[in-house]
């Protein structure tokens, strides 16, 4: 797959700083002393370690396309997120305690990927998803695809209807472009990631939605870069490297590097950058860890 070169230069600059930004404070994301299975607010614990286990599996999955400096710290960050679920201890713990939720799921897929198992949470899952009242939940249809994306990867669950699962999506709809809002962009875009499982299964984006998204991506980074929101220009810019005919705009990318700090930080927003060093972990870190999505992607489907 041929990219631009200055989208390659971009792509492998601001991945191996984002990376190093996490890799340099993931102790800044550690769970609190004494957590559990139980704990309160998911969203706000889980899902931001989650993140960094996603970033740091798919730095893994693709090895050749960062130096063995990179890989190491990738590796060194998924395995002190294992160490924070304690070696997936509470991810069965919490699935156990509340059979109805996904997230356990989708974040032990991150470690799944990369041969992190526990023996005792790949039997609960499997059996969770023959459950009646497990696939019953009502989950918004990307949300649907999230989860029968993490069974893809874990090797768990069952078959699923793909084609059936794409059409439910908002996307499938061909909806007039100027009705999106910022939510909408966001599913969107998980909506591709999760079909294509992150770039690695670029055909699994059915055609006409595909056609759709690459015409409209142009002009939906131009309207977020506008207002500078750069969390969200960044999921549309790993959107765009995921599609089976990858958009990359050289502008794009090279505006996105060059507000990168130094040390790797990447602003979600056009607020300044403030606060202590924990403060600005926890606002920026998502957008940092999109950033050594986008950028690894890029560089894998280039090689």
């Given amino acids: 797959m041929t990219l631009p070169a200055p989208v390659v230069t971009a792509a492998r600059s601001m991945a191996d700083r984002a990376l190093t930004w996490l890799h340099t404070h993931r102790a800044l994301g550690a769970f609190p002393p004494g957590a559990t299975g139980g704990l309160a607010g998911p969203d706000s614990v889980c899902q931001p370690l989650g993140e960094t286990a996603l970033a740091a599996s798919l730095v893994l999955r693709s090895p050749g396309v960062l130096g063995p400096a990179r890989r190491e710290a990738a590796r060194e960050l998924l395995e002190f997120a294992w160490a924070q679920f304690r070696d997936g201890d509470l991810l069965y713990a919490r699935q156990l305690r509340h059979p109805l939720v996904t997230d356990p799921l989708e974040i032990y897929a991150h470690f799944a990927r990369c041969g992190l198992r526990h023996t005792d949470l790949d039997r609960l899952l499997a059996h969770r998803a023959g459950l009646r009242s497990a696939r019953g939940v009502e989950l918004l249809p990307n949300r649907r695809l999230a989860v029968a994306n993490a069974h893809r990867v874990a090797g768990l669950g069952p078959d699923e209807d793909w084609a059936g699962l794409a059409r439910a999506t908002w996307l499938a709809a061909a909806p007039e472009p100027w009705a999106i809002d910022w939510f909408t962009a966001y599913v969107l875009t998980h909506t591709v990631f999760h079909l294509t499982d992150w770039g690695g299964l670029p ?7 595909a056609r759709y998204v690459r015409t409209w991506l ?74 050594v999505i986008a950028g690894v992607v890029a560089l894998a489907r280039a090689a």
Avoid: K
């Fill in 218 to 291: 142009p002009v939906w980074i131009d309207v977020w870069r506008e207002v500078r929101a750069w969390d969200l220009v960044a999921e549309l810019m790993l959107t765009g490297v995921c599609l089976d005919e990858p958009y990359c705009s050289p502008a794009d990318w090279e505006t996105v590097a060059a507000l990168q700090n130094d040390d790797g930080l990447v602003p979600r927003d056009g607020e300044p950058v403030a606060g202590d060093a924990r403060r600005r972990f926890e606002d920026h870190r998502h957008t940092v860890a999109v950033t």
């Fill in 203 to 209: 055909h699994g984006l059915p055609p006409d939605l």
